[in-house]
């Protein structure tokens, strides 16, 4: 390559290569050339990738990997395979949580994990509560889909009621049942 940035009279000297390369520093690098992944490296990289991504490992993402795919044109994972990264996941985090983590990082699991449980105990409290009320009011008639001027009763219409015309309202709970009203508020039925 440098003989061809030669003149035709000039003769070869390391001299001349010298000043060459000092004279177009940019077209020429000497980096150290990048060994090719084996064949166990490139099929655990495409499986961290699929993991990463919750894509199936199957052949055919594998060779769209070797070709450096859109990752919209893989196959998703299957179900088994989800739920196999999904348990991969949380073992590798109790793993941190039990060998890595900090204090503070442990209080701040702690207390995630508390409001997240809590959160969920309140619904579920709430919806047992409803399930109670619905089955002691079984006695109430059904709640109408529409009104007597065939305005729909649905949670709008109910909360517009409570503000608006609260009388009307209190009578719709006592000749319904305060289990079938809540029921249309959240929209069970």
């Known amino acids: 390559m440098l003989e061809s940035l030669l ?4 003769d070869p000297s390391p001299r001349l290569y010298v000043m060459l390369a000092e004279q177009f520093p940019t077209r020429f690098t000497w980096d150290t050339p990048q060994a090719q992944p084996t064949k166990e490296e490139r099929r655990a990289a495409f499986d961290a990738f699929a993991h990463d991504n919750n894509l199936s490992t199957c052949e055919a993402n594998f060779q769209l990997f070797k070709q450096s ?13 989800a739920t196999t990264y999904a348990h991969e996941v949380a073992q590798a985090r109790q793993k941190f949580l039990i060998h890595d983590a900090t204090l503070s990082e442990l209080k701040a699991e702690a207390a995630y994990q508390s409001q997240t449980e809590r959160d969920a105990a309140v619904h579920a409290e709430a919806h047992r509560r409803h399930q109670f009320v619905l089955g002691q009011q079984q006695h109430y008639p059904v709640l109408p889909a529409t009104n007597g001027i065939g305005e729909t009763i649905d949670a709008a219409y109910l909360r517009k009621l409570s503000t608006v015309n609260y009388p009307l309202f209190k009578k719709l709970v006592q000749k319904h049942g305060s ?3 809540t029921s249309r508020l959240r929209g069970e039925n």
């Open 7 to 10: 003149n035709p009279a000039e």
């Open 69 to 81: 795919a859109d990752t919209g044109k893989f196959a998703t994972a299957s179900e088994l395979e």
């Open 179 to 181: 289990g079938n009203v």
